[in-house]
């Protein structure tokens, strides 16, 4: 169908749909083995070693969990209308892209989108981390916080010098963009919880590995990774920290830091932990049969057959239906649905000015 045979303030729904399925294509070689973010090439890499990356990787995440379900597009599409709603709102969202990366959102859309909303996210993540109230008594704690006060000020410089907002309109759009996109909700108070318990880990294993009181340093650790005693905020945050203390292959086992971290992700259940899982059960002495035996447990807790190492195939494509919309295979594990790779011309489209959308905010 041309752009001709539609009047421009229709033109724009299909436009928009055709992003959605541009997402949904990109999704299709998604891996929710690991942590992991799309790079500007269109590769799946990771783990994610900035907060910008962690923040990709959980949007990637809740992407894909909502397309596998039924109505996956009904979630996605909240988040395609606040950055491309109207012709406005998307040549804003190019802009940033293209000012903020270098890269052109003609090539990857769907990149585009993803690496805007995870820039206004890191902002409104740095935003709470840099107004949280910290006792003067924590001198880490004060430190960690004007270092987040400076990266605040540096991303939202870059976000001005980019869009040619203001700072108050730059905190209404992420505001509004927390408000309006359920999927994206309950991102920024993950994060920022998580880069909380970040700075606190970082700091006691650089005391277990350099300072002399290794015991002390190794049980208040414990304690972090252990929502009864020092989680307050949403167990989801512990998730990359336990991960990354997972692979690092210089901490013993005699720490039982291991034990604890494969216990908090066997109740997490998410996809993400089954490689490091399973090269956990690869690299432990069989003589260690405590932490062994939770690997196992807790990769059988995500009851998917593929989340077992040498288990895993390609994700299963989507069939056309006579309606011409693709479906999914009728599977007992269906992978992630491959929609078809659109393209057009994504800056030539028109529509009137949307409520919902990234140039709501004046």
Same mark, same amino acid.
């Given at each position: 169908?041309?752009?001709?045979?539609?009047?421009?303030?229709?033109? @724009?729904?299909?436009?928009?749909?055709?992003?959605?399925?541009?997402?949904?294509?990109?999704?299709?070689?998604?891996?929710?083995?690991?942590?992991?973010?799309?790079?500007?090439?269109?590769? @799946? $890499?990771?783990?994610?070693?900035?907060?910008?990356?962690?923040?990709?990787?959980?949007?990637?995440?809740?992407?894909?969990?909502?397309?596998?379900? #039924?109505?996956?597009?009904?979630?996605?599409?909240?988040?395609?209308?606040?950055?491309?709603?109207?012709?406005?709102?998307?040549?804003?969202?190019?802009?940033?892209?293209?000012?903020?990366?270098?890269?052109?959102?003609?090539?990857?859309?769907?990149?585009?989108?993803?690496?805007?909303?995870? @820039?206004?996210?890191?902002?409104?993540?740095?935003?709470?981390?840099?107004?949280?109230?910290?006792?003067?008594? =924590?001198?880490?704690?004060?430190?960690?916080?004007?270092?987040?006060?400076?990266?605040?000020?540096?991303?939202?410089?870059?976000?001005?010098?980019?869009?040619?907002?203001?700072?108050?309109?730059?905190?209404?759009?992420?505001?509004?963009?927390?408000?309006?996109?359920?999927? $994206?909700?309950?991102?920024?108070?993950?994060?920022?919880?998580?880069?909380?318990?970040?700075?606190?880990?970082?700091?006691?294993?650089?005391?277990?590995?350099?300072?002399?009181?290794?015991?002390?340093?190794?049980?208040?650790?414990? #304690?972090?990774?252990?929502?009864?005693?020092?989680?307050?905020?949403?167990?989801?945050?512990?998730?990359?920290?336990?991960?990354?203390?997972?692979? #690092?292959?210089?901490?013993?086992?005699?720490?039982?830091?291991?034990?604890?971290?494969?216990?908090?992700?066997?109740?997490?259940? =998410?996809?993400?932990?089954?490689?490091?899982?399973?090269?956990?059960?690869?690299?432990?002495?069989?003589?260690?049969?405590?932490?062994?035996?939770?690997?196992?447990?807790?990769?059988?807790?995500?009851?998917?057959?593929?989340?077992?190492?040498?288990?895993?195939?390609?994700?299963?494509?989507?069939?056309?239906?006579?309606?011409?919309?693709?479906?999914?295979?009728?599977?007992?594990?269906?992978?992630?649905?491959?929609?078809?790779?659109?393209?057009?011309?994504?800056?030539?489209?028109?529509?009137?000015?949307?409520?919902?959308?990234?140039?709501?905010?004046?």
């Amino acid at each position: 169908m041309t752009s001709g045979t539609l009047s421009a303030p229709d033109r @724009w729904p299909a436009v928009a749909h055709r992003l959605e399925q541009t997402l949904l294509a990109a999704l299709a070689n998604y891996q929710p083995w690991a942590p992991v973010y799309r790079s500007p090439r269109g590769e @799946w $890499v990771g783990p994610p070693r900035t907060l910008r990356q962690r923040l990709a990787n959980e949007l990637w995440h809740r992407l894909y969990l909502a397309a596998k379900n #039924q109505d996956g597009v009904a979630h996605i599409h909240p988040l395609v209308v606040f950055f491309a709603a109207d012709r406005r709102a998307w040549k804003l969202t190019c802009r940033l892209y293209k000012s903020l990366s270098g890269e052109s959102a003609r090539t990857s859309p769907a990149q585009a989108l993803i690496e805007v909303c995870a @820039w206004l996210l890191e902002q409104a993540v740095l935003e709470k981390l840099s107004s949280r109230y910290v006792p003067a008594w =924590d001198v880490r704690g004060q430190q960690a916080t004007r270092a987040w006060t400076l990266l605040r000020q540096e991303n939202l410089s870059s976000l001005q010098r980019a869009s040619g907002l203001s700072p108050r309109t730059l905190f209404q759009l992420c505001t509004r963009l927390q408000a309006g996109v359920p999927l $994206v909700h309950p991102i920024c108070e993950i994060l920022a919880h998580e880069e909380e318990l970040r700075q606190r880990i970082s700091a006691s294993l650089h005391q277990a590995t350099h300072g002399g009181e290794r015991d002390q340093a190794w049980a208040f650790f414990g #304690q972090q990774l252990s929502p009864a005693i020092g989680g307050s905020g949403p167990l989801e945050a512990l998730l990359r920290p336990c991960l990354e203390l997972l692979e #690092q292959e210089d901490l013993p086992l005699s720490s039982g830091l291991h034990f604890e971290a494969v216990n908090l992700l066997s109740r997490l259940r =998410d996809s993400r932990s089954a490689t490091t899982l399973g090269r956990l059960v690869e690299r432990t002495p069989p003589a260690n049969t405590n932490v062994r035996s939770a690997a196992l447990f807790a990769l059988g807790n995500l009851r998917d057959p593929h989340a077992f190492p040498g288990s895993r195939g390609s994700c299963a494509p989507l069939t056309s239906s006579t309606s011409g919309a693709a479906t999914a295979p009728r599977t007992s594990n269906p992978w992630m649905q491959r929609r078809p790779r659109q393209s057009g011309p994504w800056a030539s489209w028109d529509s009137r000015p949307s409520k919902r959308c990234l140039c709501s905010v004046h």
